[in-house]
């Protein structure tokens, strides 16, 4: 069956590139590539945000992660301290939505909006500064990789990440079409559960995966194996796998 699906799945992108481009179907506020039900880390919501479980959200619970940056135990604790400090306040608003929605929802200006945000980058900033300090220069190296492989197929139509690779409008357009085609095919197993379907769409991803570095040079696919390092399992972050609770 697995085979019947690789082999379905090749011929649903050979379908595509056969064609004529088809716009994408964006949801309001979903990047490029982004899968549904995936969550754009953004600002993220104070400590070290929420993301759509980001790895530096993982940095003190995911036992799977800090094996592999190989964390200490004071590492691990002052990860799990400054989370607990900098978690959001009950009630926190957001960002409005887009266009001129309003900063967390209440009567609210265009400038109480810009020192919202100004707010929130000061948060990230920090955070940034804190892993940073907090990881050795190897560790910290490791980490940016594993973020880049996190990122999967979304990498390649991420603004920063495609200037990095030099993938051209011409690449962008066929990869954003392999990406609306492994959406189609995410969102038949939505109605699956369990480990089992995190598998699937894990392996889902993988075609897509292939398919794209199909369209890259030989220069590209260096340079992103050299962005990505060594594979890391990802799957060991969203399987029932045991947590830290330092």
């Known amino acids: 069956m697995k085979m019947i699906a690789r082999i379905a ?17 964006q949801r309001p506020g979903q990047q490029p590539g982004q899968q549904p039900g995936q969550g754009q880390g953004g600002f ?41 400090k900098n978690a959001p306040q009950r009630g926190q608003g957001g960002f409005g939505q887009g266009g001129f929605g309003g900063f967390g929802g209440g009567s609210t200006t265009d400038l109480d909006t810009l020192e919202g945000l100004k707010a929130q980058i000061k948060t990230v900033e920090d955070r940034i500064e804190f892993v940073k300090t907090t990881l050795t220069k190897e560790q910290a190296e490791r980490f940016a990789q594993l973020e880049t492989q996190r990122m999967s197929v979304n990498a390649f139509t991420n603004a920063r990440m495609s200037k990095a690779l030099a993938i051209t409008d011409d690449q962008k357009k066929r ?34 995966m292939e398919a794209i570095e199909k369209e890259m040079t030989g220069e590209q696919k260096s340079n992103w194996t050299k962005m990505i390092g060594t594979k890391f399992d990802m799957s ?11």
């Open 9 to 25: 799945f090749t011929l649903t992108i050979a379908a595509v590139f056969a064609g004529p481009a088809q716009a994408q179907r």
């Open 44 to 84: 993220g919501q104070g400590g070290f945000g929420q993301g759509g479980g980001s790895l530096r959200s993982m940095l003190h619970t995911k036992k799977p992660l800090q094996e592999e940056l190989k964390l200490t135990e004071d590492q691990i604790t002052k990860f799990k301290e400054y989370s607990e």
């Open 175 to 208: 990869i954003e079409e392999i990406n609306k085609d492994l959406r189609d095919e995410m969102v038949k197993t939505f109605s699956q559960r369990g480990d089992e379907a995190i598998k699937k769409r894990a392996q889902l991803t993988e075609y897509a």
């Open 236 to 246: 060991k972050l969203t399987t029932r796998t045991p947590t830290t609770t330092n």
